[in-house]
């Protein structure tokens, strides 16, 4: 299987994350540097110390934004490949192909997969595309609550992910009636997540069931694509 990881991505929304959180670190500092230097700030100083407080916030959760989605803790592109690594040559992982596409795809002989990956563990549940997650009870509890990476609608992004890689392939020369199949599959990394799954629109599995769902089960998937016509589609999402 071949991995395509789009470094330099990565690496530019990384140091985003570092200079928003340096510059949160500087307007916190000016604010309290202004509360406390003044023992008896005018109403206009105790504004600009808030301000400054409020756009330091702002900062501060831009740069948790992109971390939690490109820092090294957070990727789960190491993680697929090891799990994956058995696929042959006729599959390609793309990892972070663009910041309009879903960050995980998978192009092979049955087409193309939007790999929409949690890393979220406690009791998951999905019923009619509902999702509910609960996290446990004490530390875990606070941490889910306040950090972490938020659980949002796996769903809607595996819907919002096909769409997106419709539209790329199109504009990459490989109109709509020409276009493989596009589908999602939907993955928790962590081995403590315990699935409950009744009713999801898509494909819904751990680690250990993601090569039996890529490969379509027990049953081969059908065959759509070959060697260069995956390899136009990969060159369509990469270009």
Request: charged letters at 20%; glycine letters at 10%; one cysteine or more.
């Given at each position: 299987?071949?991995?395509?990881v789009?470094?330099?991505?990565?690496?530019?929304?990384?140091?985003?994350?570092?200079?928003?959180?340096?510059?949160?670190?500087?307007?916190?500092?000016?604010?309290?540097?202004?509360?406390?230097?003044n023992?008896e700030?005018t109403?206009?100083?105790?504004?600009?110390?808030?301000?400054?407080?409020?756009?330091?916030?702002?900062?501060?959760?831009?740069?948790?934004?992109f971390?939690?989605?490109?820092?090294?803790?957070?990727?789960?592109?190491?993680?697929?490949?090891?799990t994956?690594?058995?696929?042959?040559?006729?599959?390609?992982?793309?990892?972070?192909?663009?910041?309009?596409?879903?960050?995980?795809?998978?192009?092979?002989?049955?087409?193309?997969?939007?790999?929409?990956a949690r890393?979220?563990?406690?009791?998951?549940?999905?019923?009619?595309?509902?999702?509910?997650?609960?996290?446990g009870?004490g530390?875990?509890?606070?941490?889910?609550?306040?950090?972490?990476?938020?659980?949002g609608?796996?769903?809607?992004?595996?819907?919002?992910g096909?769409?997106?890689?419709?539209?790329?392939?199109?504009?990459?020369?490989?109109?709509?009636?020409?276009?493989?199949?596009?589908?999602?599959?939907?993955?928790?990394?962590?081995?403590?997540?315990?699935?409950?799954?009744d009713?999801?629109?898509?494909?819904?599995?751990?680690?250990k069931?993601?090569?039996s769902?890529?490969?379509?089960?027990?049953?081969?998937?059908?065959?759509?694509?070959?060697?260069?016509s995956?390899?136009?589609?990969?060159?369509?999402?990469?270009?």
């Amino acid at each position: 299987m071949h991995v395509v990881v789009n470094e330099k991505l990565i690496s530019t929304r990384v140091k985003l994350a570092s200079a928003a959180h340096v510059a949160a670190l500087a307007v916190f500092a000016v604010g309290l540097f202004v509360s406390w230097s003044n023992p008896e700030p005018t109403t206009e100083q105790i504004v600009s110390a808030y301000a400054a407080i409020a756009v330091g916030l702002v900062l501060y959760q831009v740069g948790q934004f992109f971390l939690r989605r490109f820092g090294p803790r957070s990727r789960a592109d190491g993680v697929l490949a090891r799990t994956l690594k058995g696929l042959d040559r006729r599959y390609t992982l793309l990892a972070f192909p663009s910041t309009k596409l879903p960050d995980y795809i998978l192009v092979g002989p049955a087409g193309v997969q939007v790999i929409v990956a949690r890393p979220h563990d406690g009791t998951i549940t999905c019923r009619a595309n509902q999702w509910r997650r609960d996290p446990g009870t004490g530390l875990k509890r606070f941490s889910a609550l306040f950090g972490g990476t938020p659980f949002g609608d796996p769903s809607a992004d595996a819907s919002k992910g096909i769409a997106r890689v419709r539209q790329r392939l199109d504009q990459g020369g490989i109109p709509e009636s020409q276009q493989p199949p596009v589908e999602g599959i939907i993955v928790f990394t962590s081995p403590a997540a315990k699935l409950r799954i009744d009713g999801c629109s898509y494909p819904v599995t751990s680690l250990k069931g993601l090569r039996s769902n890529v490969r379509g089960g027990k049953g081969a998937r059908e065959r759509v694509l070959d060697e260069r016509s995956a390899e136009r589609v990969v060159q369509a999402l990469t270009g």
